[in-house]
């Protein structure tokens, strides 16, 4: 639904770019904006959906909907200026960037849940290289009132590549723009220690910690007890401090945790509840502070095994570390 909104949404973007249909000219640009738009939103979302299945023999709809939210983006910048044949290469071409670059995403572990980079990042930037390569000269003189004869249009059209290096400035002058002051406002949030979640919110998520909801339904935060953010908080202190703990072990010391053969994991889930300043210690590898190793020496207590719950956190903790 959310797609088909967007979807919805792009057409009074790209046609409505025009502000008015008044004109031959005008309407003109708008159907055509709107026909380009529609072709490669489609192909993005099949040629995506198709990687993927041939991946995993599934019909992916996820994919299907990201790839088709790739191609708008990638066409918006060209949208009034090229073919309607050029826009289902344009759509095409996006839906293999999204795919692929969220593979390499994963590849270089950054964490981007809504795949904002493949889809407006990357598509966006081949998008605006699209429109040097394949905007055609009719458009452009009908739409931006260019004298004919001046070579802005696609090179492809025999465009002397002035339109190409513009567009070429203008994404290296945006991704600059942004990489500077994202740095600089990640920089200060880090700084103020407002970057991670308290450890309650991040265990019992934050639709339920900040929205009072979880999955889309409202939630009586009251149901929530001390009790029950505290064992969720002390799934992940423990989840970290096995993984960090695995880490320096390698596969075996992973496994020996997993199996419960080590103290860690007990001192790690005594620490929430003995003392709130061993939090912060037994989150990080091997940092269970002085009372921490004395709670879970006295206690003479085995460790207990990983719960399901548990062994999952940790791996993903540990791919994380």
Same mark, same amino acid.
């Given at each position: 639904m959310?797609?088909?909104?967007?979807?919805?949404g792009?057409f009074?973007?790209n046609?409505?770019?025009t502000?008015?249909?008044?004109?031959?000219?005008?309407? =003109?640009?708008?159907?055509r904006? /709107?026909?380009?738009?529609?072709?490669s939103?489609?192909?993005?979302?099949l040629?995506?959906?198709a990687?993927?299945y041939?991946r995993?023999?599934v019909?992916d709809?996820?994919t299907m909907?990201?790839?088709?939210?790739?191609g708008?983006?990638?066409?918006?910048?060209?949208? /009034?200026v090229?073919?309607?044949?050029?826009?289902?290469l344009c759509g095409?071409?996006?839906?293999?960037?999204a795919?692929?670059?969220?593979d390499?995403?994963?590849?270089?572990?950054i964490d981007?849940?809504?795949m904002?980079?493949?889809v407006?990042?990357?598509?966006?930037?081949w998008?605006m290289?699209?429109?040097g390569?394949?905007?055609?000269?009719?458009?452009?003189?009908?739409?931006?009132?260019?004298k004919r004869?001046s070579?802005l249009q696609?090179?492809f059209y025999?465009g002397?590549a002035?339109?190409?290096?513009?567009?070429?400035? /203008?994404?290296?002058?945006i991704?600059?723009?942004?990489?500077f002051?994202? =740095?600089?406002y990640f920089w200060?949030?880090?700084?103020l220690h407002?970057?991670r979640?308290?450890?309650e919110s991040e265990a019992?998520?934050?639709?339920?910690?900040?929205?009072?909801?979880?999955g889309?339904?409202?939630?009586n935060?009251?149901?929530l007890t001390d009790?029950?953010?505290?064992?969720a908080?002390?799934?992940i202190?423990?989840a970290? /401090?096995?993984?960090? =703990?695995?880490n320096s072990?390698?596969?075996?010391?992973?496994?020996?945790?997993?199996?419960g053969?080590?103290?860690?994991?007990?001192?790690?889930?005594?620490?929430?509840?003995?003392n709130? =300043?061993?939090?912060?210690?037994?989150?990080?590898p091997g940092?269970?502070?002085?009372?921490t190793?004395?709670s879970?020496?006295n206690?003479?207590?085995?460790s207990p095994?990983l719960?399901?719950?548990e062994?999952m956190?940790?791996?993903?903790a540990?791919?994380?570390?």
């Amino acid at each position: 639904m959310g797609t088909f909104l967007l979807w919805f949404g792009w057409f009074g973007f790209n046609p409505g770019s025009t502000l008015a249909i008044t004109t031959y000219g005008l309407a =003109n640009t708008s159907a055509r904006a /709107a026909v380009t738009t529609t072709l490669s939103a489609c192909a993005g979302g099949l040629v995506a959906m198709a990687i993927i299945y041939r991946r995993q023999r599934v019909w992916d709809m996820l994919t299907m909907c990201t790839g088709t939210l790739a191609g708008l983006a990638a066409i918006t910048g060209g949208c /009034a200026v090229v073919e309607p044949w050029a826009a289902l290469l344009c759509g095409l071409v996006a839906g293999v960037l999204a795919v692929y670059g969220e593979d390499l995403l994963d590849w270089l572990q950054i964490d981007d849940p809504a795949m904002a980079w493949p889809v407006h990042g990357l598509c966006g930037m081949w998008g605006m290289l699209f429109t040097g390569l394949l905007a055609s000269e009719d458009y452009v003189v009908e739409v931006y009132k260019v004298k004919r004869g001046s070579g802005l249009q696609g090179i492809f059209y025999g465009g002397h590549a002035q339109l190409l290096l513009c567009q070429f400035i /203008a994404v290296c002058v945006i991704v600059g723009w942004v990489v500077f002051w994202a =740095n600089v406002y990640f920089w200060a949030v880090r700084r103020l220690h407002l970057l991670r979640l308290d450890l309650e919110s991040e265990a019992v998520g934050l639709d339920a910690a900040a929205m009072g909801e979880a999955g889309g339904m409202p939630l009586n935060m009251t149901k929530l007890t001390d009790g029950d953010k505290s064992n969720a908080a002390q799934r992940i202190i423990a989840a970290r /401090a096995v993984a960090g =703990n695995a880490n320096s072990g390698g596969s075996h010391g992973l496994a020996k945790l997993l199996d419960g053969g080590s103290s860690d994991l007990g001192m790690a889930r005594g620490s929430y509840g003995d003392n709130n =300043n061993g939090l912060h210690a037994s989150s990080h590898p091997g940092g269970a502070g002085p009372s921490t190793h004395q709670s879970a020496a006295n206690s003479g207590r085995a460790s207990p095994a990983l719960t399901a719950d548990e062994a999952m956190a940790a791996a993903m903790a540990k791919s994380a570390v």
